[in-house]
């Protein structure tokens, strides 16, 4: 039996899914039980837990207009626990419906195990995000009025 995958290889995996617009098939890189935060996504923080959350999710980003292209990719091992890697890179992005572009920078802190993730915090830029599919207003009058939280469906960007 090989050995699993190791969190670098995982994680190119992960990068270089999104860049083919695999989403339908990128649930299968988390364990069962594996949590996904955003702590920076607009108008509050999102927690995902499970695989199966992790799969409606991607399968709602599927739907948006979005294209990503991951580049300028540094990966980093933990040096306490080598099951954690932090990823660097850039997204060059369309937004096929209106033909803009735009880049954005992240930042993931992953624990990979058994070659599948169980934990990853993404640092995201949000705004840009959601400036770029429209959301901008609707993310601003969340952020300054109570509103209910979004669904995960709601917050696949």
Do not use: C, K
Not at 32 to 37: L, T
Not at 46 to 71: C, E
Not at 75 to 98: F, K, N, W
Not at 99 to 106: A, C, H, I, K
């Amino acid at each position: 039996m090989p050995a699993p995958a190791s969190p670098r290889e995982v994680l190119a995996r992960l990068l270089h899914g999104i860049s083919d617009q695999r989403w339908l098939d990128l649930h299968e890189l988390y364990a069962e039980n594996a949590v996904v935060e955003y702590p920076f996504a607009l108008p509050a923080p999102t927690r995902l837990q499970g695989r199966d959350a992790i799969q409606r999710y991607f399968a709602a980003v599927a739907r948006t207009p979005l294209r990503l292209r991951a580049h300028h990719v540094v990966m980093h091992q933990s040096s306490g626990d080598p099951a954690v890697i932090i990823a660097e890179y850039d997204y060059d992005g369309l937004v096929t419906t209106t033909g803009r572009s735009f880049q954005v920078s992240n930042i993931q802190v992953s624990t990979i195990r058994d070659g599948l993730i169980s934990a990853s915090r993404d640092y995201h830029n949000h705004l840009v995000l959601a400036e770029m599919t429209g959301r901008l207003p609707a993310v601003l009058a969340a952020l300054t009025t109570e509103q209910p939280p979004l669904t995960n469906d709601d917050q696949a960007s």
